[in-house]
């Protein structure tokens, strides 16, 4: 319950009302780069993601950006999360790559060896428990990337997803629906009081996350040019800049950057005079 401090004048809250206050951002956009013609890699960490990895494959495919490569790096999982990859792989005919680490290794060495080993223009990070619920997330942030020089990460918005709505969008996808048949795997159906209690927690995060997003990021980027960090279930990176920030953590912290990465990254980001900007 930290973020309800969000809810009363702080000085972050405080800030944000000074660059709402501002405007519009008015600077023009100096693209060096045909952000369309950029390629673009997408790497889904997963540890035990079995009732969400085949959604979450599912709505990066229905992306209207070209994409190069999907790699799933699964981390030592204990459920099917591998054998799920496989199967969305067979059933849809899109070659998802498949690394299965037979001891886990966490997050932030998995983002590491990613960026070391892609040669793309833009690496897009997706937690396996994120849709990526507009067919143009990726293309936005991709645009955003590559508008104006500096900027090195770009997120989207965020929202709760009840179990119902996740549910309804594995229906509707037949790939989706066709492994959730065959593994029982996707979202559970839930009790009348599960119902409840998650109806008020999306309630909750709902009204806290649009506001956090409209208002108190929203007017950071218009005062400083850049949030903090960006929000680390879907973003894209631009991948020589993720390269030199994990090369400058890893003689330093190793692989413990924190419990959060994306803080880390956007901190770096920020410092080195880099963008983080907010689709």
């Known amino acids: 319950m930290a973020s309800i401090s969000y809810w009363f004048l702080s000085p972050s809250v405080l800030l944000a009302a000074l660059g709402k206050l501002k405007g519009f951002d008015r600077t023009r956009p100096t693209p060096a780069f045909d952000w369309s013609q950029a390629v673009v890699d997408v790497a889904v960490p997963a540890r035990n993601e079995e009732a969400n990895i085949g959604l979450c494959l599912a709505s990066i495919y229905q992306q209207d950006f070209p994409i190069r490569k999907v790699t799933v790096i699964d981390d030592a999982s204990s459920d099917r999360t591998a ?71 770009a997120c989207g918005e965020v929202r709760p997803l009840t179990l119902g709505r996740r549910r309804r969008m594995a229906d509707a996808h037949p790939v989706a629906r066709t492994i959730r048949s065959e593994f029982g795997a996707g979202p559970k159906a839930a009790s ?28 950071h980027l218009k005062l400083f040019g850049s949030r903090l960090n960006p929000i680390g279930c879907a973003v894209a990176y631009r991948t020589a800049r993720l390269r030199e920030c994990f090369r400058y953590a890893q003689p330093r912290m190793g692989d413990n950057l924190s419990h959060s990465e994306d803080i880390f990254i956007g901190h770096y980001f920020n410092w080195k005079g880099w963008r983080n900007v907010q689709v």
């Open 83 to 153: 054998e799920v990859v496989k199967r969305y792989s067979e059933l849809s005919g899109h070659q998802v790559e498949l690394v299965a680490r037979p001891k886990g290794a966490g997050k932030t060495p998995t983002l590491r060896e990613q960026c070391e080993t892609s040669d793309a223009d833009a690496l897009v990070i997706v937690d396996a428990d994120t849709v990526l619920a507009d067919r143009n997330y990726i293309s936005r942030c991709v645009q955003e990337l590559f508008r104006n020089a500096g900027v090195a990460s």
């Open 192 to 219: 009348r009081w599960e119902a409840f209690l998650e109806a008020l927690t999306v309630i909750y995060r709902g009204g806290l996350y649009l506001f956090l997003q409209r208002f108190v990021y929203d007017g």
